[in-house]
Structures are given as structure tokens and as C-alpha cells.
């Protein structure tokens, strides 16, 4: 057995060192560095599918910015994206990983139509309420489920939030596929059109609806609640360090519980305002995945609720754009998909740079 | 100095620099180790030691100033360029996989280890390394199931196996009894008299004047003084630390105790694999009274300050405060009623590492008036609260938004100190509150305690330093194997090796001749 050593490796070489303090002029230049390192990647990739880039790139910018539809459907893509994100963010800053929002979504939107079938009202305040209260409940149930079983049983909520958005969607599927479908639907799965009391006021004369405010308020709500609240505090403590919490007496098993039942029902809601706001009924496949891209823009948004906000216009922005350059430029979906996913490598990836530098120097010998 | 001599250094740092964002941690330090000498490094925290012997050890890379090992320049870009070196380092907190077997630990981070481990061959080496060094330890044991004292010889065996010459002892004997450090001067004398050079980091005065043969004192990155220790004395060397002189001595003024405050009736507590840590203890603190626990680490100090705290639960018996039981109540309703804990593992447990010393400052408060407003945090309130906090504690931080990760161990303490008694406790449980603290943050450490002992605490006082045990304490108490060996009436007429027996396991009324008056107990 011989002790080895590594052999000198050239002439430059690098070493990687923890910095003492991420100065502040970083906290920015570092995101911005690795979105600009993510288009720029993305580019090349666009080049080799055959599309010039910059092409490409203006065609998405246009579509998601450049007029007033444009606009206004990325605030479409970017309610329930907040919405989400304001849910999985609630959970990640107690480092619980809540990454269910997708079935939590769909368990909000099935609860919701439940309520328009079963207990119709005329009153649209009413009617509303009793909807969101539904969406509110069946969400957080759902994701406190998980959370109970990771108090309990210490259960990797990971896992059991996954496992449940695949019980959530399938279960809303066999409502629209069974005995929920509208007989007017030529075989389509999805329910009879609500009523116009169910459904939520439309703004501007677009398609954004009034979720555009709830995101707004539940960001603005969560903001104060973790930073001025003691329950945000513990919340805090609870996620940087669970030893110290228990020292300071706080109760993580009924906070994994609560803060999982709130972010679940956050979640449930924004599934509601999908189907109330946007699709007037429950239908096959009405969430494009908003659930899981939530987990993206609460990272990207470094888990701040107001940031959350902006991200999600960002996120919605590119699924526009995406959907563009499948129709003008005939690539397909998962070229956007690739496009978000470089977009979250870079920045997660850019994050050791907050941390660490990398110092290069020439080799002696 | 000649080439010749440069070239019998083991080791020679010169101009060493290093410098963190804001901060120098070392400049223009010049060190050296000569064959089979012992190296005292010695300064407070934040003097720039572990900095300066982490650059040896090529976790860091120097910002000027060169490194020679043996006559040849180095330029270390990791501990493994290092460990090649023949420069091996014990931490305090050692670099072992406690699921694994010792000898499956010796191979760590070694490269060209073939396929198959090559069991025997590594066992046969472990077993000739601890005859020759005095290093008894068996090569099949898991490491989890090693005391702390036979951890650190697996990690000095660690690096003896990687034919390490040049070791790094980073405060060695913080974690032993007084006999297991009598055995580790022994195998530090066997590796110089072989012509390997040991560099001693340590706070205790008395070790490095007995064991080693220069000193180097480091004060705030720079060096201070190098002295041959055979003429210099602690005076000299504790003045050198500070730059002022510091007395050594602690005025405990007389108090009489009052009433039983906090009293432990035989419980048994349970440790964190579910066998009994804490057994039939029975002990009792009293106002204006430090109780001192002494004992070996690991033999249910921490475990019996948790169910004290109310932290941990009580497999039986009774925890009663004032009269009244409060075990089995919430840990909340301890801190509430009076009692705090200041924990040994600081940035673990004691402090929120990535939240700033404001945010700290209110961790056992942040439920009551006037911190909290109904839901709300007053966090202007808090604010005022952490700069008396700040100053009145004299915690040293660039601003009150600093997490406090970045702070150094004395100002992580100072702050903690100041959170847990700022608001007149009624029992302070302290679990080795000067562990790795300056001079001059020790004192005050201890001054704190003894105020709040004049102010009618009642205070627990869990330590590894005997000197502070004796100095400070009322009453001595000894644990061993979550045992009570006895209470020590008057500490000051007890002989160290009494202590020693009782450490070792012997209860007090077995001991032949236990000079001084004895209380007996359990």
C-alpha cells in the first residue's frame, strides 16, 4: 500500500475557499451572472437545433412583453406560479420540503368544483368564499398528511408529497373522466362550465382574473408574517437550526403541521383561481406543472415573498415565450422546458459562489 | 540563518499573510519547526493559531509569504499536498467516521489504497504504530463506542499511519482527564525523541511551560514573542497573550448559601441511544451557590443539564424547583420559571448560526413583553435590547446585523452568556462555559457567573478545567458513568488525585485518606 499525493496537475492551478462574508454587491451580480450564463448557454443549444438565437430570443421577449395580450398572459402564468411559490416557500424556510404543491393545486380545483356541483349558490361573494374555503381546506389537508407522518414518523416528506400529487392528479382525472364529465363535452374530460357566480371577476377586460390580487396580498401577508410575527421567527429558527429551536422550547411537530396545512391550502387556492378565474370548469391537465415550477422560483427568489412576485413574471414570461417558439418557430415544448431547467442550474449552480471563491495561482513546481 | 540550518527546519513559514474580507487573520507571520522539538502556538481566539496552522495543513492558501518543509518550498492547494508533506492534524473535533471501525478509518482520504482493503496489513500496522507510540487503542473497535480520549489517539494514529512527521495538536488535552493527558505527553515525547516535530496548540499555561520547548505567541495575526520555554514562566507568557497583565487569581467573595433552589431526586435519564446516561442522581443547588460538576466528558453531564433544563425527559425521579416538581412540564416553562442553560455546543444548539446577533439576542424571549407585542415582534425594541446586550456584555461584532456564524468563539459565548442571564435567572446551568476562550473572555466568563451567584442564582457549573472548578465552585460534585461519586463540601482542601479516583469511578467513601471535608451523598 503506497501513500499517494495528487499529481501536480500543470501549470495553473485552483483551489476553492470558503469566503468569510458574500459581499454585498454579490447578492445581485451573482444571479444576474448566472441568468446571463444560462441564456448564453441556452443559445448555443438554440443554434444547433438550427434557430438563430437571437432570433428566438426577441420572438419570446415580444410575445411575453411586447403588447397588451403578451402581457397579460404572463400574468395569467404568473398568478398561480406566486401563488405556489409563496406555498413552497413557507415550508423551505422551515427546511421542510414541500414539494406537493402540483397535487395540492389539484386537490384546491377538484374541492372547488366539488362546491359548484354539489352546493350551488347564486350569490358570486358567497359562492366564492365557500370555494376558496373548500380549495383552502382540501390542500392544506392534503399536505398536512405529509406533514403528520414526518412529525410523527419522521417520513421523508419529500417522498410522501410527490407520491400524493400523483393520487391528486389521477383523482382528478378520474372525476373528469367519470362521473363528473359535462354530457356536453363531446367526450372531452371536463366538467360542465360553472355558473357565473363561481366564477372569479375578470380584470382590465383580459383573461387576468382576480387571483392577481390574492398573489399579491398573500405575498405581502407572508412577508410580515415571517419577518415581524413570533411565529415567523420560530418558523425561522425552526429551519436554520431545529437544536436551537427545541433549547428556545419551540414545538417543531405542530409547526411541521401547520406550516405544511397552510402551504398546502395556499396551494389549494391558487388551484381554485385557476379553474374559477381562468378555465370556468375542472379539465384534464389544467395546471401546466405550476406546482413544481413554484419549487424553482422560491429558490430563485432566494425564498423572499416580494421577489416571488417578480420571479414568477419572469417564469411566466419564458412560458409564453415557449409557447412562441413552438408556434413561430416550430420547436418543441421541451426546448422551453430546457430553457427553464439551464435557467435553475445556473443560478442554484452560481449559488457556491456566494460561499466560496475560487483562487487561481501558477504551480512552482 | 544559513542554508544549512534552514534546511534542518521541519518546517519554516515566513511572511505569512492572510487576510479575510475586512480582516487580518494573520501578517507577516514567520513560524518554524525544528526535529524533535515541541512548538507552542499560543495565543487567545481570533490570535490567528487555527488560521495560520490551517494554512500549514493546505485548508488555506496564504496571501503572500512562503512555506518550506524540509529545505523545499511548498505550495499546499490542499491537505493532501500537506499530508504528503509528511504535516498531519488533529482538530479538536476529530476527522472520524464513528460508524466505521478504527482501522477503516486509518485509510480516510489516502489515495492508491488497493481494491480490496488489505485488512490484516492495516491492522498489523495499527497495532506496531501503538506499541511504538504508547497509542493503545483496538483497531476492530467502532469509533462511536471509543471514549472521546481514545478517539484522539485513533486520530494521531491516523496520521502517524500516513508516516505524518510534522503533527499538529490542536488544543489536545480540552477533552481528556488528567491521567489520559499524563499518556498523550508520553507519546508526544516518544514521537520527538524519533526527530518528529510537534506543533502544541493550547490555552493551558501549566502544559505548555511543562511539555514543550519553544513558544510562539500570536496576538491579533502578528507574532508577539517566541521564547525558549525553559526561560520564560506563565506570567510572562499569559502577559505576551494579552499585551496587559491579567491576574490569574478570582476573588470569590464568602456568601452563605440560602434555600434549595433547584434539586434533582434520584432521576434517571436516558441518552440519545436509549441506555440510561443519567442513574439515580440525586443533587441539590442552593441560592448564591456554584455547584460544580466534574467528570470525565461524556459521562452524562450534558444529558443530566438537558433533563435539568427540562429538555430531556426523565425516565424516573423527580426534577423540583422552589419546592415544586416541574419535570414533565414544557421546556418553555423552564426557561419561563427561571432556568437557564448554557449549552457547551454554542453554534449547535446555544445560537442560530445564519441569523444575526439581533435576531439571537432575544432566542429565549422572543414570546414575552415587551419583545412581543400580541403576534408581533417589537423589533425596535429588540434592537435597543441587543445594543445594552452588546455592550453591557462587551460582545465584540462589526454591527448588530453580522450573522453571528462570523463571530469569534469568545463573542459567540459573551453574547450567549448575556442573552441567558440578562434578565436575573434563578438557576444558571453552565456546560463548560469557557471551553476554548481567551484569557481574557474566560475571566469574564467566570465573573459573570460569580455575579450572578452574588445575586442569589443558583448555579450549576459543568467544566473539564479543574482550576475553574476549584476556584469557582461552593461545592464540588463528581460524575462518573452517569453516577454520582460524591459531593466535595469544601473544594479548596481537596487533593487533585482525589478528584482523579472519583473522575475514574471511585465513590468518595471509598477513598482511604480524601483530604478535606467530605459531604457524602446519593
Known amino acids: ?365 | 540563518m544559513t542554508d544549512d540550518a534552514e534546511n534542518a527546519l521541519l518546517v519554516a513559514m515566513k511572511g505569512v499573510t492572510k487576510r479575510f474580507t475586512g480582516v487580518v487573520a494573520n501578517e507577516d507571520v514567520d513560524f518554524d519547526v525544528r526535529p524533535g522539538e515541541v512548538h507552542a502556538l499560543l495565543g487567545e481566539n481570533g490570535a490567528g493559531k487555527s488560521t495560520l496552522m490551517n494554512i500549514l495543513y493546505g485548508l488555506y492558501h496564504p496571501d503572500e509569504g512562503t512555506i518550506t518543509i524540509r529545505g523545499v518550498a511548498k505550495n499546499f492547494s490542499s491537505p493532501r499536498d500537506a499530508i504528503a508533506a509528511g504535516i498531519g492534524m488533529v482538530h479538536q473535533h476529530f476527522m472520524l467516521i464513528p460508524s466505521q471501525k478504527v482501522w477503516e478509518n486509518m485509510i480516510l482520504g489516502l489515495d492508491d489504497i488497493p481494491a480490496i482493503l488489505p485488512r490484516n496489513e492495516i491492522v498489523r500496522r495499527i497495532t506496531d504504530l501503538s506499541e511504538q507510540y504508547g497509542l493503545r487503542v483496538d483497531p476492530m473497535a467502532n469509533v462511536w463506542q471509543l471514549s472521546i480520549g481514545e478517539q484522539q489517539r485513533v486520530a494521531i494514529l491516523q496520521m502517524l499511519f500516513r508516516k505524518a512527521n510534522i503533527l499538529i495538536l490542536d488544543e489536545p488535552t480540552a477533552v481528556l482527564t488528567p491521567q489520559e493527558a499524563e499518556r498523550l505527553f508520553k507519546t508526544i515525547s516518544q514521537m520527538t525523541s524519533e526527530g518528529h516535530g510537534v506543533v502544541f496548540i493550547s490555552h493551558k499555561l501549566d502544559e505548555v511551560m511543562r511539555i514543550t520547548d519553544r513558544v510562539t505567541i500570536l496576538r491579533k495575526g502578528h507574532v508577539a514573542g517566541r521564547v525558549d520555554t525553559k526561560s520564560t514562566s506563565r506570567e510572562q507568557l499569559a502577559e505576551m497573550m494579552m499585551g496587559e497583565r491579567v491576574p490569574f487569581s478570582i476573588s470569590k467573595p464568602a456568601i452563605e448559601p440560602g434555600n434549595r433552589v433547584l434539586e434533582a431526586e434520584r432521576i434517571t435519564v436516558l441518552g440519545d441511544r436509549g441506555f440510561p446516561a443519567v442513574n439515580r442522581l440525586t443533587l441539590d443547588i442552593r441560592e448564591h451557590e456554584i455547584l460544580g460538576l466534574a467528570g470525565v466528558a461524556g459521562n452524562g453531564q450534558q444529558e443530566l443539564c438537558e433533563a435539568l433544563s427540562g429538555l430531556r425527559k426523565l425516565e424516573s425521579g423527580n426534577v423540583v424547583l422552589d419546592g415544586a416538581a416541574i419535570s414533565g412540564l414544557a421546556p418553555r416553562t423552564f426557561i419561563d420559571r427561571g432556568i437557564r442553560y448554557i449549552p457547551a455546543d454554542r453554534k449547535g444548539t446555544g445560537l442560530v448560526p445564519n441569523m444575526n446577533v439581533e435576531e439571537n439576542s432575544i432566542l429565549k424571549k422572543y414570546w414575552s413583553h415587551p419583545v412581543a407585542r400580541g403576534y408581533l415582534i417589537d423589533w425596535k425594541h429588540v434592537f435597543e435590547f441587543a445594543r445594552s446586550l452588546v455592550s453591557r456584555y462587551s460582545v465584540s461584532t462589526p454591527s448588530l446585523y453580522t450573522p453571528v456564524r462570523n463571530l469569534s468563539g469568545g463573542n459567540l459565548q459573551k453574547l450567549m452568556l448575556g442573552r441567558e442571564l440578562s434578565d436575573s435567572p434563578r438557576v444558571v446551568i453552565a456546560m463548560h462555559p469557557t471551553w476554548g476562550l481567551d484569557v481574557s473572555a474566560t475571566r469574564f466568563v467566570r465573573e459573570q457567573l460569580l455575579e450572578e451567584r452574588k445575586n442569589g442564582a443558583a448555579v450549576l457549573l459543568v467544566s473539564e478545567d479543574l482550576d475553574e472548578l476549584l476556584a469557582l465552585s461552593d461545592r464540588l460534585a463528581v460524575i462518573c458513568k452517569g453516577e454520582l461519586m460524591g459531593i466535595i463540601g469544601d473544594p479548596s482542601a481537596v487533593t487533585l488525585e482525589t478528584i482523579g479516583l472519583m473522575m475514574a469511578g471511585t465513590p468518595v467513601e471509598s477513598i482511604a485518606n480524601p483530604t478535606g471535608g467530605l459531604e457524602q451523598c446519593g
Open chain 1, 1 to 365: 500500500m503506497r501513500i499517494g499525493s495528487r499529481p501536480s496537475s500543470g501549470f495553473l492551478s485552483w483551489t476553492i475557499e470558503k469566503r468569510l462574508d458574500a459581499p454585498r454587491r454579490l447578492q445581485f451580480a451573482i444571479p444576474a451572472f448566472s441568468l446571463v450564463a444560462a441564456l448564453v448557454t441556452g443559445a448555443v443549444f438554440l443554434a444547433l437545433m438550427g434557430v438563430s438565437p437571437f432570433e428566438a430570443y426577441s420572438a419570446m421577449f415580444r410575445a411575453a412583453f411586447g403588447d397588451g395580450y403578451g402581457i397579460s398572459e404572463t400574468l395569467v402564468k404568473a398568478i398561480p406560479l406566486s401563488m405556489a411559490a409563496i406555498a413552497v416557500m413557507l415550508c423551505f424556510t422551515m427546511l421542510v420540503y414541500n414539494i406537493g404543491a402540483e397535487g395540492q393545486i389539484f386537490m384546491g380545483a377538484i374541492a372547488s368544483a366539488a362546491v359548484v356541483r354539489y352546493f350551488p349558490v347564486d350569490n358570486a361573494p358567497a359562492m366564492l368564499l365557500m370555494m376558496a374555503a373548500a380549495a383552502g381546506i382540501a390542500g392544506g389537508v392534503w399536505a398536512a398528511m405529509a406533514g403528520y407522518l414526518r412529525a410523527r414518523w419522521n417520513v421523508n416528506e419529500i417522498i410522501s408529497t410527490l407520491m400524493l400529487n400523483y393520487i391528486a392528479i389521477h383523482l382528478m382525472d378520474y372525476f373528469v373522466y367519470g362521473p363528473w364529465r359535462d354530457p356536453a363535452s363531446l367526450g372531452f374530460p371536463m366538467t360542465a362550465p360553472f355558473p357565473d357566480a363561481a366564477r372569479l371577476p375578470l380584470l382590465f377586460g383580459t383573461r387576468i382574473h382576480m387571483g392577481l390580487f390574492a398573489a399579491v396580498f398573500l405575498a405581502i401577508l407572508f412577508l410580515v408574517l415571517i419577518r415581524y410575527t413570533r411565529w415567523g421567527y420560530e418558523i425561522r429558527v425552526l429551519g436554520e437550526n431545529p437544536k436551537a429551536a427545541g433549547f428556545a422550547g419551540i414545538n417543531y411537530v405542530r409547526n411541521v403541521i401547520l406550516v405544511m396545512f397552510i402551504s398546502g391550502a395556499i396551494a389549494g387556492i391558487a388551484g381554485m383561481c385557476e379553474v374559477s378565474g381562468l378555465q370556468g370548469r375542472l379539465q384534464h391537465g389544467f395546471s401546466a406543472g405550476y406546482g413544481f415550477t413554484a419549487i424553482i422560483v422560491a429558490w430563485l427568489s432566494r425564498l423572499n415573498p416580494i421577489a416571488i412576485l417578480f420571479v414568477s413574471v419572469l417564469i411566466g414570461a419564458l412560458l409564453v415565450g415557449g409557447e412562441t417558439l413552438q408556434i413561430v418557430m416550430r420547436l418543441p415544448l421541451s426546448s422551453t422546458l430546457i430553457l427553464q431547467g439551464l435557467i435553475l442550474f445556473f443560478v442554484l449552480g452560481g449559488e457556491i459562489f456566494r460561499t466560496y471563491r475560487i483562487r487561481f495561482r501558477r504551480e512552482d513546481a
